[in-house]
């Protein structure tokens, strides 16, 4: 591997520091979020499906900013599959080096943001704002020099969305927004130090658990333990009989959130959760409603996480609970505000989620 730059292998370590310390538990989960870092002709950002928390220096793709930047400009065809190849095409074209994947599909709008360092998660303790009924009021009152957008489907049609927006934003106060809230989605935070990533996430959390404190709510969970052995196994033999072969991760009862909360939620442990007595009939009735059979089962007290891998079902289940929290959490502003059928239908049907999706 080529020798780096101690300028730009400096520039690296750093992102990858803040990479592991903004991929904890507390601020994404599985593969979501993404992190990158830049100076005047390269943007290198964190490849699709990865976890930060694993990020090494060498992981990171390295883009050319100039190529990237063709598409704020170019006109997107209407078809939404023909837009997709061209989008795939110009961020191909712009890969300097592959590094261990393929580039995050929101790179374009990282490379929007002329701050050094960018960093995208989706903290369950943000999202309870994000996703909930009054969030873009709580937001304006909490965090006047934030940018708020409502619900945009991910990848070309956000970038475009948030370069509007932080062209308006740049136009009124003659400087970019170092804070994006991403309706049903997450946050964007944008520094130039490590100290100023820090520092405004940390004036985030503050904010945000001050006002749930207020409302009475706590920052956890609230799981039931799980039945005996017995009842156990017996559940998981009838889930196994209407499922077939699959993996299972067992946990006990929460207050599961029913419905598309966010995409990484969809795309880890599906919009709705099956519920009742597993059958084989059953199983078929909710494949043919949502189009793929459930990643997440409630029988006799136990939430189930299901997956072709032991390590899916284990995600299938932490980002149920995961959901769960977000829901608590929006009980603060008004309740939990679930996305459209068509964003739903977009996430599941979007090939770069596809993508990350098979990378766990």
């Known amino acids: 591997m080529m020798k780096l730059k101690p300028d730009i292998q400096q520039l690296l370590n750093d992102i990858t520091e803040l990479s592991h310390e903004f991929g904890t538990t507390d601020y994404v989960r599985g593969g979501g979020g993404n992190t990158s870092v830049k100076n005047h002709d390269t943007l290198w950002v964190k490849p699709s499906g990865t976890t930060l928390s694993g990020l090494a220096p060498e992981t990171f793709v ?3 900013r100039k190529k990237i930047s063709a598409l704020y400009s170019v006109r997107p ?6 837009r997709e190849q061209m989008i795939a095409k110009i961020m191909a074209d712009a890969v300097l080096s592959a590094g261990s994947g393929r580039a995050s599909v929101e790179a374009p709008l990282h490379n929007l943001l002329k701050a050094v360092f960018v960093i995208h998660n989706h903290p369950a303790l943000v999202n309870g704002m994000t996703c909930a009924k009054n969030g873009a009021k709580v937001c304006e009152e909490l965090f006047p020099n934030a940018i708020w957008l409502d619900y945009v489907n991910p990848g070309y049609t956000l970038c475009m969305h948030i370069h509007k927006k ?3 934003y740049t136009e009124k106060f003659g400087k970019e927004p170092s804070v994006i809230f991403l309706k049903n989605h997450g946050v964007f935070v944008a ?10 996430f940390r004036e985030i959390f ?17 799981i039931m333990p799980l039945p005996d052995a017995n009842v156990l196994a017996a559940a998981e033999r009838k889930i196994r009989e209407a499922l077939g072969d699959c993996f299972l991760k067992a946990g006990g009862l929460f207050d599961l959130a029913d419905g598309p909360i966010s995409p990484d939620h ?5 919009s709705h959760p099956f519920i009742g007595e597993p059958t084989t009939q059953k199983i078929g009735e909710y494949n043919s409603k949502y189009g793929r059979r459930p990643p997440v089962a409630v029988f006799d007290n136990v939430v189930f996480g ?9 995600i299938a289940l932490e980002f149920a609970q995961d959901a769960a929290l977000v829901k608590k959490f929006a009980e603060a502003f008004g309740g939990v505000d679930f996305m459209t ?3 739903r239908l977009f996430i599941e049907n979007w090939e770069a989620e596809s993508y990350r999706s098979k990378q766990i």
């Open 191 to 200: 520094g130039d130090t490590k100290q100023e990533i820090r520092g405004m």
């Open 341 to 343: 059928e068509d964003a």
């Open 166 to 168: 932080i062209a308006g």
């Open 266 to 270: 969809i795309l880890y442990a599906g």
């Open 77 to 82: 065809p209407e078809d939404s599959a023909a």
């Open 206 to 222: 503050n904010k945000l658990a001050e006002q749930y404190k207020k409302a009475g709510i706590t920052k956890d969970l609230k």
């Open 62 to 64: 390295a883009l050319d």
């Open 306 to 314: 299901i997956g072709r891998t032991q390590r899916r079902a284990e």
